[in-house]
């Protein structure tokens, strides 16, 4: 499990391009038959990439929960969101089955002791990106496919950020203890997902960006308000977004991308927005 330490914005602004990615960005999530784990201190969420091809891999492949977490089984204490971003898969939930296709998503409660995870075609395997939270109370487990999920079109071609925000893991499509989970789409021709940007001081995110072209990018920008910097992101990257960081991007085009939300709270729009004019 790759461990990521709390960094602090006064530190953040001394830091180079390579320390920056170090830091903040999670890249080769997804190995054939493999789980790969990142585990961020700020509101101690932990990010997972499962890609089964030919076995099936279960959510505490190859990471010592003792160790990391001082538990038994890796949700003894926690509940987890997962997304399929790839062929169709299958996730067992404590013996309960769920198919998942292209941008389906589960929720998983607390107190969930076998979670395990399988793609039906090896030539088109499923990829299960995953995020945890901490959590206290016991709620249930959930599949929420695109048509269950609460949808928020904003944003306009005249700005370039026309958009439909999909709540899937949110108060308003099913009861969590506290994470939040979404994903965005942007409409053809349109490339920022939000601007202008803001901060959550409550909460904090991590995002995963995809349909990103071989040849494209995101353009993922963060930092204080007055003390921006960007990180290059590639097709299935995500980024850790601490609660006193602006996060916004740009793309070379259209691109699709999932939010996840965990702290004080899960009101969806309290965020201290920032004018373009006071940027830096």
Request: hydrophobic fraction near 35%; include cysteine.
């Amino acid at each position: 499990m790759d461990i990521r330490y709390s960094t602090g914005p006064k530190d953040m602004q001394r830091y180079t391009t390579e320390e920056l990615r170090r830091e903040f960005l999670i890249e080769d999530m997804y190995r054939p038959d493999a789980v790969t784990a990142t585990y961020s201190h700020v509101d101690r969420m932990v990010v997972l990439g499962i890609m089964p091809v030919n076995q099936t891999l279960s959510i505490d492949q190859g990471i010592d929960v003792w160790a990391n977490f001082g538990t038994q089984y890796f949700l003894e204490r926690r509940e987890a969101g997962t997304f399929n971003l790839g062929g169709p898969g299958v996730v067992v939930a404590d013996g309960q089955t769920f198919e998942l296709d292209f941008e389906d998503c589960l929720y998983i409660t607390k107190e969930t002791k076998s979670v395990t995870f399988q793609s039906k075609d090896p030539k088109n395997p499923a990829r299960f990106y995953l995020v945890s939270a901490p959590a206290h109370k016991v709620c249930k487990t959930t599949f929420i496919s695109m048509k269950d999920a609460n949808k928020r079109p904003c944003g306009d071609a005249a700005a370039s950020n026309k958009r439909v925000i999909n709540q899937f893991i949110h108060p308003d499509v099913l009861e969590t203890c506290q994470l939040s989970m979404g994903l965005t789409k942007l409409e053809p021709g349109n490339v920022w997902n939000s601007m202008p940007c803001h901060t959550h001081e409550r909460r904090m995110e991590i995002y995963t960006y995809y349909a990103i072209p071989e040849d494209g990018a995101v353009m993922h920008f963060m930092g204080q308000p007055q003390q921006t910097r960007h990180l290059v992101m590639r097709n299935f990257d995500a980024v850790i977004s601490p609660s006193w960081s602006i996060h916004c991007g740009c793309g070379t085009s259209n691109y699709t991308f999932i939010w996840a939300m965990g702290g004080e709270n899960q009101a969806f729009d309290d965020m201290d927005n920032i004018n373009v004019p006071d940027l830096r």
